[in-house]
């Protein structure tokens, strides 16, 4: 089964749009490809959720921000915090995803983050925008 790690940005933009991580998210969804989380990076995209300036985006939805928390949970695998890194990224909230990809053999990490992107890859595993994962997703399913 391919595995991806997918950043909170791009978690969230699916979730509450439709364009290119939606339809990523949709992908997982149909069962191309498996989504690996950890608890603290679904507790990091529960805490975005319920920031205020998304309320306005549930109304428009009718929908509250449970309900694409939990459809996302369903899409993952949730898998232990991996073990620390000694990589090189501008940003060092960005490690967690780094980590997971590389701690549980990830075939890409999804990111909109240019600090990731900047980096292209982590011992091996590529770092691709939403459009470059559906591109590869194309090549390997």
């Known amino acids: 089964m391919i595995r991806a790690v ?3 940005n791009v978690a969230l933009s ?5 364009g290119e991580p939606g339809k ?26 319920y920031l205020d300036k998304f309320k306005k985006r549930f109304k ?4 509250a921000p449970e309900d694409p928390l939990i459809f996302y949970q369903n899409l993952a695998r949730f898998c232990k915090h991996p073990p620390k890194l ?7 909230d960005d490690f ?13 990490i999804v990111s909109g983050d240019s ?3 900047n980096m ?17 997703l194309d090549e390997i399913t």
Not at 14 to 18: A, P, S, V
Request: aromatic content about 6%.
């Open 14 to 18: 699916g979730l509450l749009w439709w």
């Open 24 to 49: 990523l998210l949709s992908r997982a969804d149909s069962g191309e490809f498996v989504i690996l989380t950890t608890p603290a990076m679904i507790d990091e995209l529960t805490r975005i959720l």
């Open 96 to 108: 967690i995803f780094a980590e997971l990809a590389v701690a549980e053999s990830a075939h890409f």
């Open 120 to 136: 292209r890859a982590v011992r091996g595993i590529p770092i691709l925008t939403p459009r470059q994962a559906h591109q590869l």
């Open 6 to 8: 997918i950043d909170t």
């Open 115 to 117: 600090h990731l992107l």
């Open 60 to 63: 428009e939805l009718k929908s």
């Open 86 to 92: 000694k990589i090189k990224c501008s940003d060092p």
